[in-house]
Nanobody, 129 residues
Framework: QVQLVESGGGLVQAGGSLRLSCAAS??????????MGWFRQAPGKEREFVAA????????SYPDSVKGRFFISRDNAKNTVYLQMNSLKPEDTAVYFC????????????????????WGQGTQVTVSS
């Protein structure tokens, strides 16, 4: 069974940085076939899109709320996706999840939660003011 495991969360002051990792496990699952996404969910709020990257890494997408501060990357050889978060703000506080596109070899990226499956368990990011 495919499993995605997030790590790298923690407590950071506003203006600081964190780097999240999402490692895929499972004998036959290779993330190289899939676009990968990061999402976040704050208490009492819906899960929202944070970043996505195409299977090759050539295309990325971000919402305006994180554009220029967050950067998604991937290392297909390590079966791992990363989210570099800079200039963090208190409103970035949330549980961060990674997930794989349900459709392999999709051209481009998708940003809706329903397009993703194999969700990880999440990692908490807390930004203090």
């Amino acid at each position: 069974q495919v499993q995605l495991v997030e790590s790298g969360g923690g407590l950071v002051q506003a203006g600081g940085s964190l780097r999240l990792s999402c490692a895929a496990s499972g004998r036959t699952f290779s993330i190289s076939r899939f676009a990968m996404g990061w999402f976040r969910q704050a208490p009492g709020k819906e899960r929202e899109f944070v970043a996505a990257i195409s299977p090759s890494g050539g295309s990325q997408s971000y919402p305006d709320s994180v554009k220029g501060r967050f950067f998604i990357s991937r290392d297909n050889a390590k079966n791992t996706v990363y989210l570099q978060m800079n200039s963090l703000k208190p409103e970035d506080t949330a549980v961060y999840f990674c997930a794989a596109d349900r459709v392999p070899y999709r051209i481009g990226v998708v940003t809706t939660t329903g397009s993703y499956g194999n969700w990880g368990q999440g990692t908490q990011v807390t930004v203090s003011s």
